[in-house]
């Protein structure tokens, strides 16, 4: 696939959180000034190697060709859930261990440069979760490009959360809590709790109880649905591990996929398949 007319002038950069990667940085300018392109940090990420910037991520967004996040999953994560709306490429490098969804070690990204700036690459459309607290008229929005986890919130009481399927009620999940996945997530917490994967490329959300106290519920996968939840037990709302909502202070959370997606940048060449050959290790003898 060759991806015309595009010409990344301008990249902004998000680095992992608490941890010093200015020699990463060296390098990732190093690379591209060859190209002719700028490297603009988030605030953030500047004041973790000693630099300077004023640029938030919604202002980065706005003057950036292309996002780069240096870090792990969770780096990306944010990068994603962050810039979404402004429909920007998001190039995930690794700093560490390879995760589900990093591409790139920064050792590749020199060879890989050239196929970036020629257009040969593809672009990952992954789906993300729209999901809407509320209570009477009061409303809080946010997205999962992971998962949304309805958990207890304490070790010594159960959570019994209604479940609401376009409006028709269909279960009474009564144990840990849920788990509502994207195809993206599946691979993360939904697989540790029994969850099928399922491939990014479907438009599906998964449901998958986190240790039930029944043996007949099952993980549910659903297409174009609205799936709505409600718990008047001492349950907590959990979106991508990075916000926390109590849902004391909400009648209930409905959750659908959302109108836009997210754009990953891969290397033609690599398929989902050989990622779970090298994570999950399948196919050795």
């Given amino acids: 696939m060759l991806n015309k007319n595009i010409d990344f002038k301008t990249i902004g950069l998000v680095l992992r959180k608490e941890t010093n990667l200015k020699s990463e940085y060296k390098k990732l300018k190093e690379i591209f000034a060859k ?4 490297i603009v940090l988030e605030k953030n990420s500047a004041e973790s190697i000693g630099e300077k910037s ?3 991520i919604q202002r980065l967004c706005e003057c950036s060709d292309l996002l780069i996040s240096l870090g792990g999953d969770g780096t990306l994560l944010w990068t994603a859930r962050e810039s979404f709306k402004y429909q920007l490429p998001i190039l995930g490098v690794h700093a560490g261990n390879l995760g589900f969804l990093i591409s790139f070690g920064l050792y590749e990204l020199e060879d890989f440069a050239p196929k970036l ?6 672009i990952d459309e992954r789906g993300l979760l729209d999901v809407t607290l509320k209570k009477g008229k009061k409303k809080a929005k946010s997205v999962a490009f992971n998962e949304v986890v309805f958990s207890r919130a304490k070790i010594s009481s159960m959570a019994r959360i209604e479940t609401y399927a376009n409006g028709e009620y269909f279960n009474l999940y009564f144990g840990d809590g849920v788990i509502l996945s994207t195809p993206s997530g ?3 917490y939904n697989l540790s709790c029994g969850g099928p994967i399922v491939l990014p490329q479907a438009k599906a959300m998964i449901l998958t109880p986190i240790c039930p106290h029944s043996l007949t519920q099952r993980p549910l996968v659903f297409d174009n ?6 718990s008047k037990d001492n349950t907590v709302v959990i979106v991508d591990g990075q916000e926390i909502y109590d849902m004391s202070e909400y009648d209930e959370v409905s959750v659908k996929y959302a109108k836009k997606s997210v754009k990953l940048i891969r290397k033609i060449e690599q398929s989902h398949f050989k990622i779970l050959k090298e994570k999950l290790s399948w196919g050795q003898q």
């Fill in 117 to 122: 700036y020629s257009g040969e690459y593809k």
């Fill in 225 to 230: 649905y609205e799936i709505t939840l409600k």
């Fill in 186 to 188: 599946s691979t993360a």
């Fill in 35 to 38: 190209y002719d392109a700028q």
């Fill in 54 to 56: 004023d640029f938030s």
